[in-house]
């Protein structure tokens, strides 16, 4: 039988740009919904059950404080964290399209909490997001959410709600090739398992899923969670998204990811879509994010 026949395939719209300079990348989902995405899904019920938009906000520039629009990024996502949670049931795959990913500590938290912390993530990025208000050079909080979700940050009073802290043995990163240099510092002091380009190029991506799945889950009995930023793919595929990083992943190479994460059956639990911006280019964007689709659940 193939991966979720008879399970609810749940979409999520997460119409959010807060966590970094561009317009666009909010009016994804709706555009994706007009398109009528679920067609591409052959398996399960799919249905969209609801897309939650951000509230009106002013872009902080210059930065008013560490993190840009502080406020408003940790109440959109504490009202997203609660949704998934209201939305979600055990035999559910969720589907969150974005969005930015300043969403990503969000999602995490919220499938951390339902799973009670037996959780792994495979997140796939040019960039680490591991940035903290101190190593950023920008303070888009974009760049921040994996460093929220293992605790790196001290955190602004405004997202002191009930988050789950990720162990760092239980993410890795696929696809990275443009981290930040404090970032990156960072990111090996902590000893977060992270694949460059240049790692996949040399040890093949079918034994980097392999390990990287190994590794988060070593037992098999986790949920997995795939975070999947569009501008991990190389920018030839996706010209339509905010920050393009050259020489990323090929649609094969996530075709072999996927392949790799739907042989944990029902445990592939959810997934982001994110940073996905139609108003920067559409046309081959759009071919390639329903290929994306395509590859996941077919
Ligand atoms: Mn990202």
């Known amino acids: 039988m193939s991966w979720r026949t008879n399970d609810n395939i749940k979409i999520l719209g997460s119409a959010v740009s807060i966590g970094q300079p561009r317009q666009g990348v909010e009016k994804t989902p709706s555009v994706l919904q007009a398109e009528k995405i679920e067609n591409l899904i052959p398996i399960g019920r799919v249905t969209w059950v609801e897309t939650i938009d951000q509230h009106a906000y002013t872009y902080e520039n ?14 959109y996502n504490k009202i997203l964290y609660d949704k998934i949670l209201s939305h979600l049931s055990t035999e559910d795959f969720l589907l969150t399209i974005g969005g930015d990913h300043s969403i990503g500590s969000a999602t995490v938290s919220a499938m951390l909490k339902a799973t009670d912390g037996n959780l792994g993530v495979i997140w796939i990025d040019a960039h680490g997001d591991c940035n903290t208000p101190e190593t950023s050079p920008s303070g888009n909080y974009h760049g921040m959410p994996v460093a929220h979700l293992l605790g790196l940050l001290q955190c602004p009073i405004e997202f002191q709600w009930d988050q789950p802290i990720l162990p760092v043995t239980s993410i890795a990163m696929i696809g990275i090739r443009d981290l930040d240099p404090e970032e990156k510092v960072l990111m090996d002091k902590i000893g977060i398992r992270y694949y460059t380009m240049e790692i996949i190029h040399e040890m093949g991506i079918e034994t980097v899923i392999t390990e990287a799945l190994k590794y988060i889950d070593p037992n098999g009995t986790k949920k ?61 964007t759009l071919d390639s994010v329903k290929e994306i689709i395509r590859i996941t659940f077919q």
């Not at 969670?225 to 793919?233: A, I, K, N, Q, Y």
């Open 224 to 284: 997995i969670h795939v975070s999947f930023d569009v501008d991990g793919l190389d920018p030839e595929l996706v010209p339509g998204t905010g920050t393009i990083a050259p020489n990323g992943l090929t649609l094969h190479d996530y075709a072999v990811i996927a392949q790799k994460v739907k042989l944990t059956g029902d445990r592939f639990a959810s997934m982001d879509l994110v940073e996905i911006n139609f108003d920067i280019e559409k046309n081959v």
């Open 62 to 75: 210059p930065r008013a404080g560490p993190i840009r629009n502080v406020q408003d990024i940790a109440k």
